[in-house]
């Protein structure tokens, strides 16, 4: 099940700086359904946890957060849960199902591999000019 075709159009604000998320394909939700593993949270919060445990380097947008959110969902991967709050206010967290915390160690398993190869890559000096 892919889910990163739909995150090519959006994009991520890195130090003042606009990417394509693209360049970050499927890192959203791998970090939504990583943040849901630890228990429920509101969506909100999701997006404040990624910034500040990215060292405030990674931080997605309403409107890129709450689709992929809704996503997430809609594929089962994640579930929401309605409150009341002792006020009567109601409230919306969001928490990891079973095949969302199956997809989660598949991802993860996934990003472990992928990021290797990209630093395999980028600590790698030819020992001969081979840019020709």
Not at 45 to 73: C, D, M, V
């Amino acid at each position: 099940m892919d889910i990163t075709g739909y995150y090519s159009q959006t994009t991520l604000s890195i130090n003042c700086l606009r990417i394509g998320i693209m360049n970050l394909k499927g890192s959203l939700p791998l970090l939504i359904l990583h943040i849901l593993s630890f228990g429920p949270n509101h969506g909100y919060q999701i997006g404040k946890l990624i910034y500040q445990w990215s060292g405030n380097k990674l931080e997605f947008r309403e409107g890129t957060l709450y689709p992929a959110l809704h996503q997430l969902e809609d594929q089962g991967m994640i579930a929401l849960m309605q409150e009341k709050t002792t006020s009567g206010r109601r409230t919306r967290r969001y928490r990891l199902t079973d095949l969302g915390q199956e997809q989660l160690e598949l991802n993860l398993e996934e990003w472990e591999a992928f990021s290797q190869a990209v630093n395999n890559v980028l600590n790698t000096i030819p020992e001969n000019d081979h840019h020709t």
